[in-house]
């Protein structure tokens, strides 16, 4: 793996000197935050050795290089779910990537169903937390401590410099945000009336198919790292509404000028 991540990276090196200081993984419906960024070069995951291509309707496949303000940043327009059939180490390989091109930072964004009773489509959680019920976790096996160590800290998953940050900036942009523990599943189906109550019995306020292995790989390399979610669909109904995946990403395109502007702010101002 060491060897696979060196090679990527010296590749991209040698496509381009910019050294990002936030990597961006950009979820369902999210991808327009790349109009936000200056963009210096994009690189298509198929162009960039050993990178696996996304196959999902509604994710792009590049890398973004580029700035906001004075901030260097690299954003994965469209990422790996573990249910397409990529392995852990698919899934996080971009991570690792990320970080031996300079990244410290990293922002996730998904779209996740929700089962907290204060939440409505649209909500905006903040990730104060998450609960790994994948079935594979992406650090088993032999242990590369180039990388980090074999037993990972995970008591602040999620900054909370970071998520202090972002609730001032919306309290002053009076934008609602609410805390949220993301539940991770392995997808692809969407949940049954009884596995979202089971997500609130295990103490999660939102379940989704992603973000928790990416967290993980992250914090084994000691990236700070910060999650946000769309809550695209309730969950905690006595009676589940039919669920789409095109419903997903209407949900989430119009929560998204918000989860833009607040982002956008975090890099700006963190
Ligand atoms: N469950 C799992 N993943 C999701 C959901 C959901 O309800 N909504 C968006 N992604």
């Given at each position: 793996?060491?060897?696979?991540?060196?090679?990527?990276v010296?590749?991209?090196?040698?496509?381009?000197?910019?050294?990002?200081?936030?990597?961006?993984?950009?979820?369902?419906?999210?991808?327009?935050?790349?109009?936000?960024?200056?963009?210096?070069?994009?690189?298509?995951?198929?162009?960039?050795?050993?990178?696996?291509?996304?196959?999902?309707?509604?994710?792009?496949?590049?890398?973004?290089?580029?700035?906001?303000?004075?901030?260097?940043?690299?954003?994965?327009?469209?990422?790996?779910?573990?249910?397409?059939?990529?392995?852990?180490?698919?899934?996080?390989?971009?991570?690792?990537?990320?970080?031996?091109?300079?990244?410290?930072?990293?922002?996730?964004s998904?779209?996740?169903?929700?089962?907290?009773?204060?939440?409505?489509?649209?909500?905006?959680?903040?990730?104060?937390?998450?609960?790994?019920?994948?079935?594979?976790?992406?650090?088993?096996?032999?242990?590369?401590?180039?990388?980090?160590?074999?037993?990972?800290?995970?008591?602040?998953?999620?900054?909370?410099?970071m998520?202090?940050?972002?609730?001032?900036?919306?309290?002053?942009?009076?934008?609602?945000?609410?805390?949220?523990?993301?539940?991770?599943?392995?997808?692809?189906?969407?949940?049954?009336?009884?596995?979202?109550?089971?997500v609130?019995?295990?103490?999660?306020?939102?379940?989704?198919?992603?973000?928790?292995?990416?967290?993980?790989?992250?914090?084994?390399?000691?990236?700070?790292?910060?999650?946000?979610?769309?809550?695209?669909?309730?969950?905690?109904?006595?009676?589940?509404?039919?669920?789409?995946?095109?419903?997903?990403?209407?949900?989430?395109?119009?929560a998204?000028?918000?989860?833009?502007?607040?982002?956008k702010?975090?890099?700006?101002?963190?």
């Amino acid at each position: 793996m060491w060897e696979l991540v060196q090679e990527t990276v010296n590749y991209i090196k040698n496509k381009t000197n910019f050294t990002p200081e936030y990597g961006v993984i950009l979820g369902s419906g999210l991808g327009s935050f790349t109009d936000d960024i200056k963009v210096e070069f994009t690189l298509p995951y198929h162009e960039i050795p050993n990178f696996p291509v996304s196959t999902v309707e509604g994710h792009k496949g590049a890398l973004v290089f580029g700035s906001i303000g004075d901030k260097k940043v690299v954003a994965m327009q469209g990422r790996f779910h573990y249910y397409e059939g990529y392995s852990m180490q698919e899934v996080t390989f971009p991570v690792r990537v990320m970080k031996y091109i300079g990244v410290t930072k990293l922002i996730v964004s998904n779209a996740s169903g929700g089962v907290n009773p204060n939440y409505r489509v649209g909500s905006i959680a903040i990730i104060s937390d998450h609960i790994n019920m994948m079935p594979e976790h992406p650090l088993r096996g032999k242990n590369d401590s180039r990388f980090g160590p074999r037993f990972v800290n995970m008591s602040e998953p999620y900054s909370l410099k970071m998520i202090e940050k972002i609730k001032e900036i919306a309290k002053a942009s009076n934008i609602e945000v609410h805390d949220g523990v993301y539940l991770g599943l392995q997808g692809p189906t969407f949940e049954t009336l009884h596995e979202y109550k089971m997500v609130k019995v295990l103490g999660a306020d939102c379940v989704g198919m992603s973000t928790v292995p990416e967290v993980i790989v992250a914090r084994h390399m000691e990236l700070e790292t910060f999650g946000i979610s769309v809550i695209t669909d309730i969950g905690s109904e006595e009676h589940l509404e039919s669920i789409t995946h095109e419903e997903v990403l209407k949900a989430a395109q119009e929560a998204e000028p918000k989860v833009r502007h607040l982002i956008k702010e975090l890099i700006l101002q963190y």
